[in-house]
């Protein structure tokens, strides 16, 4: 089945460095990307949604200056939090869509701490 | 954009129990897809079924079934004979507008199975 990639799982950062993400499709073509923030004991808020190619369309209230998003391939988008504070400190998710009626498939997700 | 109701935020049952999980959407589109997620504690997201709104049959999988009633927009989930390892929070969503949009997360459900 399809399988996606998420890398790191778990990262402790200081605050005013930056992080990056890893999302890899594993054995198929992600044409679009999602990107989901979760607070703990809350809902997955979806942040914002890449095409293979093409600028990342953000959601109302998500600074696209502080989560740079990039899918520069079909098997690979990165998220890369800014100068991070600690209220970045969240669970970011991944998902990808594919060609082939994969649906949508997740990553194992990404617990980033900024102390 | 859906909207998507989980009016029970937490339910807890004693194992070999069997439990519902409500779930509420509102949409516009006339097609659509439904979707439930379980994400145990340690986060990641765990497909369980993807329903199309033209298919209003119920679908059993195993332990696992699915009540849709397209015409109170509602698509529960029942789970028979709860196990410890049932123990999760459970999404429902349906996508956002249709095809590779992101999802609407409903709040969740948090299901506590007791030993």
């Known amino acids: 089945g399809a399988v996606v990639s998420q890398h790191p799982s778990r990262v402790i950062c200081k605050s005013g460095t930056s992080v990056k993400i890893e999302c890899r499709s594993l054995d198929f073509q992600a044409t679009t990307m999602f990107w989901y923030r979760q607070f703990p004991k809350k809902s997955l808020m979806l942040m914002a949604t890449?095409?293979?190619?093409?600028?990342?369309?953000?959601e109302q209230g998500v600074e696209k200056d502080k989560f740079l998003i990039n899918h520069a391939s079909l098997t690979l988008s990165t998220l890369t939090v800014t100068s991070a504070h600690p209220e970045d400190s969240s669970f970011y998710i991944c998902?990808?869509?594919?060609?082939?009626?994969?649906?949508?498939?997740f990553g194992s997700g990404t617990r980033l701490t900024v102390v | 954009a859906q909207k998507v109701t989980q009016a029970q935020t937490e339910i807890s049952v004693v194992e070999k129990e069997d439990v519902t999980l409500d779930c509420v959407y509102e949409t516009r589109d006339t097609t659509y897809y439904l979707f439930w997620y379980k994400q145990p504690p340690s986060g990641e997201l765990v497909f369980l079924i993807r329903r199309n709104s033209f298919d209003e049959q119920n679908e059993i999988s195993g332990r696992y079934s699915w009540n849709f009633q397209k015409s109170t927009s509602s698509f529960n989930f029942t789970i028979t004979a709860s196990q410890v390892v049932d123990s999760a929070v459970y999404f429902c969503a349906p996508p956002q507008g249709g095809g590779a949009d992101g999802l609407t997360f409903g709040k969740g459900t948090h299901l506590i199975i007791q030993p």
């Open positions: 998902s990808a869509w594919g060609d082939g009626g994969y649906g949508y498939t």
């Open positions: 890449s095409n293979e190619g093409s600028k990342a369309t953000y």
